[in-house]
T-cell receptor, first 113, second 115 residues
């Protein structure tokens, strides 16, 4: 799986959009971008994933650049409950062991009141 | 829908003792994972099961760690004997068989402290 690079920490004001960047310059054509987050003392939680088109769900939006070498997770109106470590993961579309998730260190997002 | 259950939530043992963790995945999920998360790091996969068979255990320290998934449902992860560096949160996750997309659902984890 391609390696990802994320800033170690970011702050965001409550009610504002949080934009979390991720670089994955070695991504290949059949690899998806996944985002998970981990709130303190909880297990990771799936947020969203995408291949090349922008995606949106009830939690967030995922913007993938045209060359697919980077992406941005957008939380449109951050709340204090969004304070968590956010992980960007690149993974092949397949079965068996290719379903594994390889977590990096992620970005600690702190939403400030 | 009930989530992934894990027990115990916390465990404190002394080095060289044994410990076991239990996981009950979401009903119907064929794939089960055990991860180790050391403080300040992301989770690291230890072992992956598909039903009751092992798909990948390449990162499991087999001299001291063992895991089983009897009948393809519940799973147990054991450490014997424990070392100080085994202090971590042990996370269990499960996922359904929806290729190509299968989100993983994580339990709350078991925090192990080895003294």
């Amino acid at each position: 799986d391609a390696k990802t690079t994320q800033p170690p920490s970011m702050d965001c004001a409550e009610g504002r959009a949080a934009n979390l960047p991720c670089n994955h310059s070695t991504i290949s054509g059949n690899e998806y971008v996944y985002w998970y987050r981990q709130i303190h003392s909880q297990g990771p939680q799936y947020i969203i994933h995408g291949l090349k088109n922008n995606e949106t769900n009830e939690m967030a939006s995922l913007i993938i650049t045209e060359d697919r070498k980077s992406s941005t997770l957008i939380l449109p109106h951050a709340t204090l409950r969004d304070t968590a470590v956010y992980y960007c993961i690149v993974r092949k579309r397949s079965s068996g062991s290719a379903r594994q998730l390889t977590f990096g260190s992620g970005t600690q997002l702190t939403v400030l009141p | 829908e009930a989530g992934v259950a894990q027990s115990p939530r916390y465990k404190i043992i002394e080095k060289r003792q044994s410990v076991a963790f239990w996981c009950n995945p979401i009903s119907g999920h064929a794939t089960l994972y055990w991860y180790q998360q050391i403080l300040g790091q992301g989770p690291k996969l230890l072992i992956q099961f598909q039903n009751n068979g092992v798909v990948d255990d390449s990162q499991l320290p087999k001299d001291r760690f063992s895991a089983e998934r009897l009948k393809g449902v519940d799973s147990t992860l054991k450490i014997q004997p424990a070392k100080l560096e085994d202090s971590a949160v042990y996370l269990c996750a499960s996922s359904p068989d929806r290729v190509p997309y299968n989100e993983q659902f994580f339990g709350p984890g078991t925090r192990l402290t080895v003294l």
